[in-house]
């Protein structure tokens, strides 16, 4: 499938897009990058190599849209996954702190969610996206509501995420 251009690549106010930004101040302060992502499928390590020289800070990123590859690649605890789901603020949080330890980066991003059309529940609804960010031993993770289709809810996790890792690097 192919998507347009612009579709995902938003800007700051500056008209930088986010991803420049982000690889642009990741190279800037010598820190690395990582991912580990379940409803992503892999869309914001991509989104970061649209980037000339993002090699530069990423080697490397999980596509753990099973749990056992939440388990294995990243290490996600089975028992938090048991008590809380793999669509969690505590399975985020493991899935950052997991991706950064076995790529050895400094920052990691880690997204799961329900981005539909089905799947949802009254407690856990289509669109309901948990996106960890891991800093130098440090963990923010935001919750997200997004009420579009399955795409625009992956585009529009992809997007929160950059904005969330430059946020969190530039509060460093």
Not at 72 to 82: A, P, Q
């Amino acid at each position: 499938m192919m998507y347009p251009d612009r579709m995902w690549r938003k800007t700051k106010d500056d008209g930088i897009e986010l991803e420049e930004c982000l690889v642009n101040e990741l190279t800037k302060r010598k820190l690395t990058i990582t991912t580990a992502e379940s409803c992503t499928g892999g869309m914001i390590a991509g989104t970061l190599v649209n980037v000339a020289g993002a090699s530069d800070v990423l080697s490397e990123g999980y596509i753990t849209y099973s749990n056992e590859a939440k388990e294995r690649l990243v290490g996600v605890d089975r028992e938090t996954l048991k008590r809380y789901g793999a669509v969690s603020e505590q399975t985020a949080r493991e899935m950052a702190a997991g991706a950064a330890k076995a790529a050895g980066a400094d920052v990691a991003l880690s997204a799961t969610g329900i981005a539909g059309p089905g799947g949802g529940t009254a407690e856990k609804p289509v669109g309901l996206v948990y996106i960890g960010c891991y800093i130098s031993g440090r963990i923010n993770v935001v919750k997200c509501q997004f009420n579009g289709s399955r795409m625009e809810n992956r585009i529009s996790t992809v997007e929160e995420a950059l904005k969330l890792a430059l946020k969190e690097i530039e509060g460093l």
